[in-house]
């Protein structure tokens, strides 16, 4: 399983970490995972936020570029969403993901999802 940690309130201009920690339920390797942060605000899609793979590589959604920090530690079975000037438009529940698929934009081909933690940021 994954879980998901870290949301909150916080006004626009500030910072948030998330947090993810991936259980060995989740099936497989850790490392071997792609995780990915998604994002759904209420009516909306979840959208992608950004990747990390083990090997480094990371990518991300435009609209976060430059704000949003994505990192893992394998050893420890985590990954983060260091999240920096937050906008009200960066409002919505986020979600961590696992998948092996090349597909990493699209949230369908991730194979397990967190529960959630949602970030509100006020105006």
């Known amino acids: 399983q994954l879980q998901a940690s870290g949301g909150g309130l916080v006004q626009s201009g500030g910072s948030l970490r998330l947090s993810c920690a991936a259980s060995?339920?989740?099936?497989?390797?850790?490392?071997?995972?792609?995780m990915g942060w998604f994002r759904q605000a209420p009516g909306k899609n979840r959208d992608f936020v950004a990747i990390?793979?083990?090997?480094?590589?990371?990518a991300y959604a435009d609209s976060v570029k430059g704000r949003f920090t994505i990192s893992r530690d394998n050893a420890k079975n985590m990954v983060y969403l260091q999240m920096n000037t937050l906008k009200p438009e960066d409002t919505a529940v986020y979600y961590c993901?696992?998948?092996?698929?090349?597909?990493?934009?699209?949230?369908?081909?991730?194979?397990?999802w967190g529960q959630g933690t949602l970030v509100t940021v006020s105006s």
């Open positions: 993901g696992v998948t092996r698929s090349i597909y990493y934009r699209d949230y369908q081909s991730y194979s397990y």
């Open positions: 060995a339920a989740s099936g497989g390797t850790f490392s071997s995972y792609t």
């Open positions: 990390r793979r083990s090997s480094g590589f990371t």
